[in-house]
């Protein structure tokens, strides 16, 4: 059977034959065993319903033995057999490009090269799902392959609804993620509804087939930390950044560091994750001894040097260590995954890795506390660095809220604005300097997979930058430098893992002009059709009180409207598919995120769409953190509302702290 046979078949008729174990790839740890007697049948009863009942008597203790193992039903001996990695879009079959191009996002989603857990179908931090199971994505494939563009493919976390007639300008696929009835997403909300099979953690651009390996973080790290060291007025040469994890996103910090041209220590409890990102060349050293590494640091900040290492060992034990010996941290963070903390986000001092998987499974309990002890340690050895000078920020990962919740001492009393004592990058960097003037993690994808094609939009989209930068007003030319300086050595920096695709802050109005320049070398034949997306963690597409949206302090920061706004504007503006998802980043329940993606070929009708829609994707977000008397945001409205009289956004008006105080 040829590749888009096998796609167009969907579930087989026939069963394939049992998959083996392959210990050599990096499996999801075993989740918890959550679910009663009754709900494990009913979760049984769920996975089977994709089979025939012919298949039943077959899968049903396969599926058990599944549950009782890993605590969820992967479906593994449904994992097909080709190779999985982002094709060119050519070799995808269906009857349109737009439901093609998706099937291309899907399979780089699970590229083993580019997914953390490939064989459960998990993209990067932990959980982040593209699917629940194997049957899932074989009939999303096979829906992609018969869809026209008069349908729309309907997507319940994972499970594909169906195909519901729709048109042309609607979205090709609606996808919903982990969204739940309020009350019923806690963290062991997700453990039990998740093993039921019946949705899923789509963290950001896993669920959302928009994942385009770790370059999309590097961009991001590189600017918070070139932001972070101007900050504190200290040059990156010389400076040193410590911090943790090597995984999905955590894994770009050594690369971004490489960038910007400091010292980076990042610590990694997980062997097999060091490897990866040591042999992708993402981390130029790995060192397993303290007082080696401790020598090494110091000799490296002597000399300048511009070098990442990787701590092979617990982050704890690398904080106390600097303390002892005096090493001077100038940039600390953490990138643990704590948004998922008792299942394998976030390894406790003391235990091994082994030890800890062991040990979250067969007692929980004793586990949550082991994690909750580490977390006050951590905390306090990054108070003792802080008092020396260290400028410490939580990473968006829920450090500082799961410390909070553990006892640690990282809240903040004095002000009343912030909740805790150190700022999260948004509060500091991100959100001041890039989100509220509408710079964003805009990206693209070129689908027919040729590395020249990158190559070509890279110098569009550089030449782009370099005209707008000419004109732009002193508040964003910093922003604009970066930019371009980014964009001029990401050839360099080879940056790709699975498909070609590109990563750009810029603006609205630079990624209209960008994907307008993109559609017309399309249209003229230059380059092949391009996927336009973003990341979630964006001006407008995500609210997240202690992430995305933590330096908005008009109380707003608690409510969703914007990334819910900001979904249904994009679909019927012209969007190829809109995702809207529970969880990410920070935690089930802790954040509401969405995105989009477009494929545009270079005609008119892409060209209407691109401009309707990014224009509101950005300044929907600008519009709303005007509202909340964000400063800089008041400023990019105002000036993108001057440019366009279509657009008339609600100013907020300041109130005088006299006279409120007089109260
Ligand atoms: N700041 C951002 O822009 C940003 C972006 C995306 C994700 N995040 C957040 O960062 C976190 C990490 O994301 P990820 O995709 O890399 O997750 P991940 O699970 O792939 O990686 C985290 C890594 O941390 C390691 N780890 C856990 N505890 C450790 C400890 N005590 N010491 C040393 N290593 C330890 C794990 O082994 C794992 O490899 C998530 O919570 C995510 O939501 C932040």
Redesign the pocket.
């Known amino acids: 059977m040829t590749f888009k046979e096998e796609i167009q078949q969907g579930i087989p008729t026939e069963l394939p034959s049992p998959k083996q174990y392959d210990s050599l790839i990096n499996h999801a740890p075993k989740r918890k065993d959550i679910l009663s007697v009754d709900e494990k049948k009913l979760a049984l009863r769920n996975a089977l319903r994709y089979f025939d009942v012919k298949h039943h008597a077959t899968l049903l203790p396969e599926f058990k033995n599944e549950l009782e193992t890993n605590g969820r039903i992967y479906m593994y001996r449904l994992r097909p057999d080709y190779k999985m990695y982002a094709r060119p879009i050519s070799e995808y079959p269906g009857k349109c490009e737009q439901a093609k191009a998706i099937q291309l996002m899907i399979q780089n989603n699970l590229d083993y090269a580019v997914a ?1 857990h490939p064989q459960e179908l998990i993209t ?3 959980n ?1 799902a593209v699917f629940q199971n194997w049957a899932q994505y074989l009939l999303t494939m096979k829906y992609l392959s018969q869809m026209t563009e008069e349908q729309t493919l309907v997507m319940y976390s994972g499970h594909p609804q169906g195909l519901f007639p729709s048109h042309k300008d609607a979205p090709r696929v609606v996808v919903t993620n982990g969204m739940m009835i309020p009350n019923y997403s806690k963290q062991d909300d997700w453990e039990k509804f998740n093993a039921l099979g019946v949705t899923q953690y789509g ?2 651009t896993a669920g959302s087939y928009m994942y385009i390996g770790p370059q999309g ?1 590097v961009h ?2 590189t600017i ?1 930390l070139l932001n972070g060291f101007r900050k504190i007025n200290k040059a990156t040469k010389g400076g040193l950044f410590v911090t ?8 770009a910090q050594p690369k971004a560091g490489n960038i910007a041209g400091c010292v980076t220590v990042c ?4 062997k097999k ?1 060091t490897e990866t990102r040591h042999s992708q060349g993402w981390v130029d050293e790995v060192i397993s001894d303290l007082d080696e590494l401790s020598s090494r640091v110091k000799e490296a900040i002597a000399n300048k040097k511009t070098v990442s290492i990787a701590y092979d ?4 034990d690398v904080w106390e260590k600097f303390d002892k010996d005096n090493v001077y941290i100038d940039l600390g963070s953490d ?6 903390p008792w299942a ?6 003391g235990l091994t ?1 082994v030890e800890s998987n062991e040990m979250m499974v067969s007692n929980p309990e004793a586990f949550k506390a082991e994690v909750q002890k ?1 977390l006050v340690r ?1 905390a306090e050895a990054i108070n003792k660095h802080t008092a020396k000078g260290t400028y410490f920020f939580d ?4 450090f500082l809220l799961e410390a909070s919740r553990a006892g640690a001492d990282v809240l903040d009393t004095k002000n009343p604005m912030r909740e805790f004592r150190y700022p999260s ?1 948004v509060q500091d960097i991100m959100g001041p300097m890039c989100f509220d003037y509408g710079f964003g993690p805009f990206r693209w994808v070129c689908t027919s997979g040729n590395p020249e094609d990158l190559q070509k939009t890279d110098k569009i989209a550089c030449e782009v930058l370099e005209e707008m930068k000419k004109t732009s007003p002193p508040e964003i030319q910093q922003q604009m430098t970066d930019n371009i300086q980014w964009i001029k050595g990401a050839q360099e920096n080879k940056l790709v893992v699975g498909s070609q695709a590109r990563i750009l802050y810029a603006d609205a109005e630079g990624r209209m002009k960008i994907a307008t320049a993109f559609n017309d070398a399309i249209s003229k034949g230059k380059i092949g059709l391009v996927v336009l997306g973003r990341d979630h ?1 964006d001006v407008s597409g995500t609210d997240s009180p202690y ?1 995305e949206t933590s330096n908005i302090y008009d109380g707003s920061q608690f409510t969703a409207d914007m990334a819910i706004q900001n979904v249904i504007g994009d679909s019927f503006r012209g969007a190829t598919w809109v995702s809207i998802h529970n969880g ?3 935690g089930w329940g802790e954040v509401i995120n969405g995105g989009f993606g477009m494929v545009i070929d270079g005609s008119k009708d892409a060209q209407r769409r691109l401009e309707s829609m990014l224009y509101w994707d950005v300044n929907n977000g600008i519009a709303r953190r005007s509202w909340a008397r964000n400063n800089e945001a008041v400023f990019a409205i105002k000036r993108a509302m001057k440019k366009n009289p279509m657009l008339q956004v609600t100013l907020p008006n300041f109130v005088d702290d006299e006279l409120i105080n007089k109260m």
């Open positions: 953390q990067y931090g932990g982040g963290q950001m973080i991001g790290t918070t943790s994890g090597l995984g999905g996103m955590s894994g610590a990694e409890v997980n994750a060992g617990n982050v704890v990138q643990t995954s704590l948004h998922n394998g986000g976030y390894y406790p001092v890795y580490s951590q990473y968006g990962n829920a990058y963690h992430r990410g980043g920070v």
